[in-house]
């Protein structure tokens, strides 16, 4: 027999534990339909598909999408390579312990750095040097991913069996064809699993970039866009509802990211399960 | 009989602990040679020398010599030994992707990219390795999708495609079922009439079915090497007759 005194307890618990439960549930669900229902009504064509004109007081988002668009790329194509390449050479080759687990460490941290330090430093090593532009801000992007992606990529090639190395080995490949044909097709998914997160951070970031971006809103060619100022959609959902106080382009703008983000943490999922059942 | 492998005073050590302690053979060319004992006497670690796999091992240090065909296997290009000293593993470890990749891997790596000698390489060698009519219909499958008895083949057939002269096996029947087993003794038998083979067994009665020399190896030490039967019947040694008769291990 349980006491009376103890059934209240448990039940007392039970109800804490329910409205933690509501109020978490419940705020993340107010904050996901408020933003919707206010923004969404004001995505148009015309918003999506125009840049900003003075002349006609039109406001459209088409080149802080296309902004947003090019920083991801040049981002992810800089930081791949980067990022991969740190990562095999850490867990593959590497021979030094102590210096690796320095390494491990010092990206650790760095991924607890907050992003506005990030802008800071971008602002004097890159924007300092080549313009505030999407390129700086890209290459304040990659800084910051590069730990996403290299811990991923480690992970994954940590995950790889040894006796596919071994099996490779004893067959007269060299190391690089090792790694090349069989360790690296193996984590693919760490590396996807990196981009995806990397892809996330790119479009919620606003701090650095405003530091090394910049706010235009000019639709420019890819290499052109690179070597501009330009605000991402993060950027511009801020000056828009900041600067300008157009709350209405601001929700449409935030309606956008949400979903994106959404998607991706749906993909990132979704990669996660299809390379899992894969490795069974 | 012409010996393909000489071992003289090897000695190996894992850090501070020696695992090989002196070890001189012979291993003649065409035969099946058995290294049997109990586990933790070496068997794996000087089967892993004769093609360095140990040099993936951090830590290992070897002293003696090792000789394939007359030349030192420590002063010679080791995927170049690898190639002609090929090794089947006691867990079966295809890599995961088509069957045809897998056999194809090896002959790919040595730079042989003509489409219609890596089909008829592809073939022969399984072939060779007695799986061919199981998968000629699934080659564009993955390997994984196979049995453990067929995956072991596979990797036979995978380690014959480079054409190799001595083929190494770690327990090669330990993770299968008995009829898997016999097939792969029987593919060892007939492989013998080209290849070396060295194979590590648990099993005596494999040994004495399959091979025509055994070396015994204890606590890091070659007991005794000579003809199967010699060995079996009449052992020189009384640690040999002890483990043979089944007396400890
Ligand atoms: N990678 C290694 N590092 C350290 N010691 C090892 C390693 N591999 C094997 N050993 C040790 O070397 C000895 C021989 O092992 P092994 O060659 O695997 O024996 P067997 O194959 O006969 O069972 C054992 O004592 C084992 O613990
Ligand atoms: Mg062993």
């Known amino acids: 027999m349980i006491s009376r005194s103890r059934k209240l307890f448990l039940w007392t618990v039970r109800c804490l534990m329910g409205l933690a439960v509501a109020v978490t549930g419940g705020i993340t669900l107010f904050i996901v339909f408020y933003v919707l229902a206010q923004g969404l009504p004001n995505i148009t064509w015309e918003l999506l598909s125009t840049s900003p004109s003075y002349l006609s007081d039109r406001i459209g988002i088409l080149p ?184 209405e382009v601001a929700f449409a703008i935030a309606s956008i990211l949400m979903i994106l983000a959404m998607l991706i943490n749906l993909s990132a999922t979704l990669v996660t399960k299809k390379f899992q059942r894969r490795k069974k | 009989m012409n010996s393909i492998i000489t071992a003289q005073d090897l000695c190996l050590w894992y850090g501070q602990s020696q695992a090989l302690k002196n070890i001189n053979i012979q291993i003649p060319e065409r035969s099946i040679t058995a290294l049997i004992g109990p586990s933790g006497c070496g068997k794996s670690t000087f089967l892993k020398t004769l093609n360095r796999m140990n040099d993936l091992i951090n830590g290992v240090r070897i002293t003696g010599t090792v000789e394939y065909n007359g030349t030192d296997i420590f002063s010679q290009d080791v995927n170049q030994l690898r190639k002609e000293v090929g090794m089947v593993f006691q867990k079966p470890n295809p890599f995961p992707m088509s069957i045809y990749d897998n056999v194809a891997y090896g002959p790919r790596t040595h730079g042989i990219r003509n489409k219609a000698q890596l089909d008829e390489i592809v073939e022969r060698s399984l072939r060779d390795a007695a799986i061919w009519d199981e998968v ?67 099993n005596m009665q494999q040994a004495l079915r399959i091979s025509d020399r055994t070396a015994f190896f204890l606590l890091g030490e070659l007991v005794e090497y000579g003809d199967t039967e010699q060995i079996f019947s009449q052992p020189a040694d009384k640690r040999t007759e002890d483990y043979v008769t089944g007396r400890f291990g």
């Open chain 1, 64 to 247: 802080d999408i296309l902004n947003t668009v090019y920083i991801i790329i040049a981002t992810l194509v800089i930081v791949l390579p980067l990022g991969v390449g740190a990562a095999v050479y850490l867990t593959e080759y590497a021979t030094n312990r102590r210096i690796v687990s320095v390494i491990e460490y010092a990206a650790e941290a760095l991924s607890g750095i907050p992003s506005i330090i990030y802008g800071l430093v971008g602002m004097l090593m890159f924007s300092n040097n080549i313009g505030t532009s999407l390129m700086a801000g890209a290459l304040t992007l990659v800084i910051m991913n590069l730990p996403t992606i290299m811990r991923n990529t480690q992970e994954s090639l940590k995950t790889v069996p040894q006796s596919y190395r071994e099996g490779a080995f004893g067959l007269g490949a060299g190391k690089w064809r090792v790694i090349r044909t069989v360790v690296l097709p193996n984590c693919v998914d760490g590396i996807v699993t990196g981009c995806i997160l990397s892809v996330g951070r790119i479009l919620g970031e606003s701090a650095a970039l405003l530091f090394t971006a910049g706010f235009a809103h000019m639709a420019n060619g890819f290499f052109e866009g690179l070597g501009s100022a330009g605000a991402t959609l993060t950027v511009a959902l801020y000056i828009y509802a900041k600067e300008q106080g157009e709350f």
């Open chain 2, 136 to 202: 000629k219909d699934r080659l564009k499958k993955n390997a994984l999708g196979l049995s453990g008895g067929q995956q072991q083949r596979l990797c036979i057939a995978r380690a014959l495609a480079v054409q190799p002269k001595v083929l190494l096996m770690d327990e090669p029947t330990s993770a299968l079922d008995p009829i898997s087993t016999l097939k792969i003794e029987e593919l060892a038998t007939n492989l013998k009439e080209t290849y070396t083979i060295v194979i590590v067994t648990h």
